[in-house]
């Protein structure tokens, strides 16, 4: 490890540099923070009223890959992130 030799700095200007310092890292924080969103998922009902398709529809888009299910026994989820983005991607 390297040693650092701190002439003629007194305890409250090197208090004052790392103050400083500190600030400005939080201040970047503060900028480029972007909390982390739960995900969300929703059962068959909760989605073919999203989309506002029928549940048959929803089962052909299951079976045809257009959107994934997620099973959990004998529940079928949806993700909603997923979803939305399938939504905005799907015209290009």
């Not at 529809?57 to 959990?72: A, C, D, E, F, V």
Request: hydrophobic share 35%; charged share 30%; net charge positive.
């Amino acid at each position: 490890m390297e040693k650092i030799q701190f002439i003629e700095t007194s305890p409250n200007s090197l208090a004052n540099l790392i103050d400083e310092k500190i600030k400005i890292q939080l201040e970047d924080l503060k900028r480029n923070f972007a909390p982390k969103e739960p995900e969300e998922f929703l059962s068959r009902n909760e989605t073919a009223k999203l989309l506002k398709i029928s549940l048959v529809t929803l089962h052909q888009w299951s079976n045809t890959g257009i959107i994934k299910p997620m099973k959990m026994g004998n529940r079928t989820y949806f993700s909603r992130k997923e979803l939305t983005e399938k939504m905005y991607n799907s015209n290009k």
